[in-house]
């Protein structure tokens, strides 16, 4: 993943899931909602000058995890490797996975310079998914488009992708892990993770 591609995800993820108000959602609340409700409170924290950048990245952790469904998105990422895994390393890789987004795009918060953010339209996807399009307003030509990608799992709208200027969060990193599965294995995968989330570094720059 280019460090671009990091940047836009970064802003993506935070502009949605840095949520002062409570963390779950109602259960009638639809798509669109969720991701306006969010984005429109997500500004407020943002703009908050009392707030470190501590602690705006521990809401996003904290928040991040009840949003985004990590069981459905490792089986996106996985594909087929997932069906080769064993429930321990299913469990081992979401949640080094679920640390790893966390870490890397945790420090965009300090990026944060005034945006806001549009929602321009939804659609239905197959199998019942939702897509909820926005833009990331920056002024002009700098203008982020974004879309998120949701599924409802016990009346709970949750994300399973997120999809920055057409490209697919799930279809990059699936991208990397099938080369890395390729030449070693679930093992060789959990250990790289492991590895670079204790220094905190991606896994590709």
């Not at 671009?4 to 798509?31: D, H, K, N, Y």
């Not at 991208?175 to 679930?186: K, L, P, R, V, Y």
């Not at 492991?194 to 220094?199: F, G, I, S």
Request: aromatic share 6%.
């Amino acid at each position: 993943m280019t460090r671009t591609m990091q940047a836009m995800a970064g802003l993506a993820i935070t502009a949605l899931c840095l949520w002062s108000a409570p963390a779950v959602a109602p259960a009638a609340e639809g798509p669109r909602a969720v991701v306006e409700a969010t984005t429109d409170a997500v500004l407020g924290v943002l703009r908050d000058g009392g707030l470190t950048a501590d602690d705006k990245r521990h809401r996003i952790e904290d928040i991040v995890y009840t949003r985004v469904d990590f069981d459905t998105l490792s089986r996106l990422v996985l594909a087929r490797n997932w069906n080769t895994l064993t429930e321990a390393q299913r469990a081992d890789f979401v949640h080094e996975f679920k640390r790893h987004l966390s870490l890397t795009y945790g420090k965009s918060v300090d990026n944060y310079r005034n945006e806001r953010v549009a929602i321009l339209s939804e659609r239905e996807e197959a199998r019942g998914d939702w897509t909820v399009k926005t833009k990331i307003v920056r002024g002009g030509p700098d203008d982020i488009a974004v879309d998120y990608r949701l599924r409802q799992t016990d009346g709970t709208w949750r994300i399973i992708d997120f999809i920055i200027e057409g490209v697919s969060l799930v279809s990059n990193y699936r991208s990397q892990f099938q080369e890395i599965m390729a030449h070693g294995g679930a093992e060789r995968l959990l250990e790289l993770l492991r590895d670079k989330n204790a220094k905190g570094e991606p896994l590709k720059s």
